[in-house]
């Protein structure tokens, strides 16, 4: 396992702290894309990514707001929902893994949750030869509603089955892309997946959704 912490530097003097991790032979990477106040500490994207790694991918967990945006973003509100941002810094995210010797020969898959979703997505429609794949978790895709057309990884938008609201809103924004896309209800699952279970039905998700969009595009002749 490789592990280091890692700093990204993003347009308006600004740097974002990350955590990467690659396993010995890895499938892919998996960049988290966080949202509404939240940061790479996140408990949640932690549990998913433990177990996307024990699956064998790499995981790269970032910070999309330097100490000061995030000091602002509690008090105010002002940056969570600054989805063009997010998503900017995502596409660099994106890039930067390209460079690094540990990630610049695997595919990229994005885990987007809450408004994170949004900007993974709109990050996935800039970046289309480098997004293998998108997945959302509780996510707000109807945030990204510009770009969603033009989205052309697979997405799997999962939401929690009590979890009414978005899940309308997750079914209207899936009318929006032409990708390959699917909607996906955990049964007994609220907004935060705080139920028993509910995190490991995502990462199993999730990893059946990155190993098959995985193997579709190293051989497409035998997609199914």
């Known amino acids: 396992m490789f592990s280091e912490p890692v700093s990204i530097a993003v347009p308006g003097n600004v740097e ?27 408990p949640r994207n932690r549990a998913v990514a433990r177990q996307l790694r024990q ?27 600054d989805i063009p941002l997010l998503a900017e810094r995502t596409v660099t995210a994106i890039d930067w893994l390209g460079t690094h010797p540990a990630t610049s020969t695997l595919g990229v898959h994005l885990f987007g949750a809450s408004t994170g979703a949004a900007a993974a997505l709109t990050a996935a429609a ?6 293998v794949s ?17 989205v052309q990884a697979p997405v799997l938008l999962l939401v929690g089955g009590r979890d009414t609201q978005v899940l309308g809103l997750n079914r209207e924004a899936a009318g929006l892309l032409h990708a390959d896309h699917r909607v996906q209800t955990v049964p007994g699952a609220t907004h935060l997946f705080e139920e028993p279970g509910a995190l490991d039905h995502v990462a199993d998700a999730a990893q059946e959704w990155f190993l098959h969009t995985t193997q579709t595009r190293n051989n497409p002749g035998r997609a199914t």
């Open 126 to 131: 800039t970046r289309p030869h480098r997004v």
């Open 16 to 42: 974002l702290a990350g955590d990467l991790d690659v396993p010995a032979s890895p499938r892919g990477i998996v960049l988290f894309v966080h949202g509404s106040g939240s940061s790479r500490h996140s």
């Open 55 to 81: 699956d064998g991918w790499g995981t790269l967990l970032i910070d999309l707001l330097d100490q000061d945006e995030e000091q602002a973003d509690a008090a105010t509100g002002r940056h969570r929902f």
């Open 134 to 150: 998108v997945v959302s978790r509780g996510g707000r895709p109807d945030l990204a509603d510009h770009a969603l057309p033009h």
